[in-house]
Nanobody, 119 residues
């Protein structure tokens, strides 16, 4: 099954940038459609971006123009570049396989990486 490990979170000031990474194992990334989600305590998990196997991307309105999702299939790594960060972006961020071009157990959630935007 697909396994993911998120990293790259931290504390950043408003207006700053962070790049999150998601290392994928159990299946080559090139056959997977992937997404980034975020969640704050007491709230539903929200999908912020997705990327398909042909590099089609989509974003939540709340992050459009500020976040960029990308993939490096050779390194089996997914990225989320986050610019112009706002306090409301504070959350735990998760990556997840959401589809595949071959029969695949998409696995479950990783531990996530915490992003805190605060001055």
């Amino acid at each position: 099954q697909v396994r993911v490990v998120e990293s790259g979170g931290g504390l950043v000031q408003p207006g700053g940038s962070l790049r999150l990474s998601c290392t994928v194992s159990g299946r080559t990334l090139s056959v997977l459609q992937m997404a980034w989600y975020r969640q704050t305590p007491g709230e539903q998990r929200e999908r912020v971006a997705y990327i398909t196997t042909d590099d089609t991307t989509g974003y939540a309105d709340s992050v459009k123009g500020r976040f960029t999702i990308s993939r490096d299939d050779a390194k089996n790594t997914l990225f989320l570049q986050m610019n112009s960060l706002k306090p409301k972006d504070t959350a735990t961020y998760y990556c997840k396989a959401i589809g595949a071009t071959v029969a695949t157990n998409l696995g479950s959630w990783g531990q996530g990486t915490q992003v805190t935007v605060s001055s």
